[in-house]
T-cell receptor
Framework: NAGVTQTPKFQVLKTGQSMTLQCAQD?????MSWYRQDPGMGLRLIHY???????DQGEVPNGYNVSRSTTEDFPLRLLSAAPSQTSVYFC??????????????FGNGTRLTVT | GQQLNQSPQSMFIQEGEDVSMNCTSS?????WLWYKQDPGEGPVLLIA?????ELTSNGRLTAQFGITRKDSFLNISASIPSDVGIYFC?????????FGKGTSLLVTP
């Protein structure tokens, strides 16, 4: 019963490096999303997807790319990491079939430090 | 995103005390949710509220969806040390889920 799985758990990057944060869910959820959590800022939506092949921007999309080639996976790409992207990143999914009222299920986060 | 005002920012209480926290918004939401986050983990759903005026309990937790659909509160009765964590409210409208900035709860034995 894995739920939402995020890898890696920790990552340190140098400014300008690229990387992909992985997210996979085994609940057949149509909706998937990425949040970043910063001290005193709560959780802010980066990108989301309502199904395979469909993505859209959230509140803070700049510097991040996403794609959704399968229902299960929703990777988040940093093309050129910046210190401002130091944060904890959470992937979350939910079942859209229940309408907009289905609650989000979160992964355990990826802690990213950009030096 | 739509701004949610969550208060208090932090609480430091003794075991056995009751706790109350709330969220307000200038926007209307269709759903209010309350999550708890333990250190090093992702938020976990505590209570979901789907209807204005709804009052829902989950053990020692009680939450209400405000009549105006712009606010919600969460009460924890008879707090215990494992209640320690950060509590987030979230309002949902369409696909977007907007989070408050969290209430950090510390419980001393």
């Amino acid at each position: 019963n894995a739920g939402v799985t995020q890898t890696p758990k920790f990552q340190v990057l140098k400014t300008g490096q690229s990387m992909t944060l992985q997210c996979a869910q085994d609940m057949n959820h149509e909706y998937m999303s990425w949040y970043r959590q910063d001290p005193g800022m709560g959780l802010r939506l980066i990108h989301y997807s309502v199904g395979a092949g469909i993505t859209d921007q959230g509140e803070v999309p700049n510097g991040y790319n996403v794609s959704r080639s399968t229902t299960e996976d929703f990777p988040l790409r940093l093309l050129s990491a910046a210190p401002s992207q130091t944060s904890v990143y959470f992937c979350a999914s939910r079942n859209s079939l229940g309408g907009y009222n289905s609650p989000l299920h979160f992964g355990n986060g990826t802690r990213l430090t950009v030096t | 995103g739509q701004q949610l005002n969550q208060s208090p920012q932090s609480m430091f209480i003794q075991e056995g005390e009751d706790v109350s926290m709330n969220c307000t918004s200038s926007s209307i939401f269709n759903t209010w949710l309350w999550y708890k986050q333990d250190p090093g983990e992702g938020p976990v759903l505590l209570i979901a509220l789907y209807k204005a005026g709804e009052l829902t309990s989950n053990g020692r937790l009680t939450a209400q969806f405000g009549i105006t659909r712009k606010d919600s509160f969460l009460n924890i009765s008879a707090s215990i040390p494992s209640d320690v964590g950060i509590y987030f409210c979230a309002g949902q409208s369409g696909y977007a889920l907007n989070f408050g900035k969290g209430t950090s709860l510390l419980v001393t034995p």
